[in-house]
């Protein structure tokens, strides 16, 4: 079983930056592939961010190109997502995800485990 915990949500103004992190409690935490997704109040669930299961596979949504990146570190079962450039439509509750298969993928239904979810709020 793979628990996954989410932290560093917050509120900032635009164009600030917020970092997130995913902790996993499993020992074979290399052999996931991670992904990020938001949930914004009255909207679908999207796709953000993924890593697979070496640290330059990565995907990302086109909206967050160039101001999110997504890393992972091994050594310390965490994979963080860091968010800058924020934008009010960058507002939802942020939840990372994890699958067993290599690939990444950006349908939350192809992901096994999650998180509980942190709040991200860009407003001034």
């Known amino acids: 079983q793979v628990q996954l915990e989410e932290s560093g949500g917050g509120l900032v103004q635009p164009g600030g930056s917020l970092r997130l992190s995913c902790a996993a409690s499993?020992?074979?935490?290399?052999?996931?592939?991670v992904g990020w997704f938001r949930q914004a109040p009255g909207k679908e669930r999207e796709f953000v961010a993924g890593?697979?299961?070496?640290?330059?596979?990565?995907l990302y949504v086109d909206s967050v190109k160039g101001r999110f990146t997504i890393s992972r570190d091994n050594a310390r079962n965490t994979v963080y997502l860091q968010m800058n450039s924020l934008k009010p439509e960058d507002t939802a509750v942020y939840s990372c995800?994890?699958?067993?298969?290599?690939?990444?993928?950006?349908?939350?239904?192809?992901?096994?485990?999650w998180g509980q979810g942190t709040q991200v709020t860009v407003s001034s």
């Open positions: 995800a994890a699958r067993h298969e290599a690939k990444v993928l950006p349908m939350g239904g192809m992901y096994e485990y």
């Open positions: 499993v020992r074979t935490f290399s052999r996931l592939t």
């Open positions: 890593v697979g299961r070496i640290a330059g596979n990565t």
